[in-house]
């Protein structure tokens, strides 16, 4: 609330995360009437891959981050019976493993 608008710009285009890629930044009258939306992520990599160029990858997703935070728990607590012991990260599992008891019938609707 009260911030310049090109002072917040300046600072994010400055920020060493985001040196040398596309970055906009956009004004809004009410960020408090955005945080309902949940949170958000775009991200587009163009590239060249073994030298066919027009490679892009894109991945866009919305999320509430306190349910995003709930279902990865849930899905890590439905892993633990078919694991070893051992310290974990969700990365170290295999994705089926997440699904637990419903695994059989997730990758039935995969195929």
Known sequence: MGAEFDRVEAALRSDPLFLG???L???VEDVYALEDEGQGIL??????AARTAHQMLLFEARVSELALSAQYMAA???ALPGLKARAYSLLDLPLGA???RLRAEAEQ???
């Open 98 to 100: 997440l699904w637990g």
């Open 25 to 27: 930044v956009f004004q």
């Open 21 to 23: 890629e596309e970055t």
């Open 109 to 111: 609707q995969w195929i």
């Open 43 to 48: 991200l587009k990599r163009y590239g060249t």
């Open 76 to 78: 890590a607590a439905r």
